[in-house]
């Protein structure tokens, strides 16, 4: 059983550049997260899904978006990328049953340059 | 909005002395209060929630909603507990987590 899979594991933009971080879970959570995390800081909600087709923002939007077109995936896109997006992202699911965990992916570091 | 607090950046304490990590919390609910884990080259991962009132590796931590508090604690330090400790809140009928900065515990041996 993977969980929650995210990749690049690492990856180095050059400002304006675009890319997109994957994120894929098998535990058929409708629950899905983009958290951010930068030095010294706690995680900051960026974008969230509850569901297929159902996306909402976050605490820090600005700069991303995101897509559900399935329950397992949720990519998170980055369109001119600045120096300021350069962070640790965790993507993360979370089931609806009554413990509702919340389980993450392994992080992928992404610096802009 | 609700929002978390973690005083304590950084933690450094002896093995076998007790540890404690703070963490208050402002939120005007009902809140689901939870202590996530991030050991070294690993993923975060829930360590215990407060409806579960539940000791996982030693560690226990009680709401105290007059105090807004949720610390963590350990009577005896081991040094596999050297991780990162983050604090974090669910707001009543919510799913997505609000964190707290974290604080990093160094266990000396």
């Known amino acids: 059983n993977a969980g929650v899979t995210q990749t690049p594991k690492f990856r180095i933009l050059k400002i304006g550049q675009s890319m997109t971080l994957q994120c894929t879970q098998d535990m058929n959570h409708n629950y899905m997260y983009w958290y951010r995390q930068d030095p010294g800081m706690g995680l900051k909600l960026i974008y969230y899904s509850v569901g297929a087709g159902i996306t909402d923002k976050g605490e820090v939007p600005n700069g991303y978006n995101v897509s559900r077109s399935t329950t397992e995936d949720f990519p998170l896109r980055l369109e001119l990328a600045a120096p300021s997006q350069t962070s640790v992202y965790f993507c993360?699911?979370?089931?609806?049953?009554?413990?509702?965990?919340?389980?993450f992916g392994e992080g992928s570091w992404l610096t802009v340059v | 909005a609700q929002r978390v607090t973690q005083p304590e950046k950084l933690l450094s304490v002896f093995k076998g002395a007790p540890v404690e990590l703070k963490c208050n919390y402002s939120y005007s609910g009902s809140p689901e209060l939870f202590w996530y884990v991030q050991y070294s080259r690993q993923r975060l991962q829930l360590l215990l929630r407060?409806?579960s009132r539940e000791s996982i590796k030693g560690f226990t931590a009680d709401l105290n909603k007059g105090e807004t508090s949720f610390h963590l604690k350990k009577p005896f330090a081991q040094e596999e507990d050297s991780a990162m400790y983050y604090c974090a809140l669910r707001e009543q009928g919510a799913q997505k987590l609000v964190f707290g900065q974290g604080t990093r515990l160094t266990i000396n041996p």
């Open positions: 407060h409806i």
């Open positions: 993360a699911s979370s089931s609806t049953d009554f413990l509702n965990t919340i389980y």
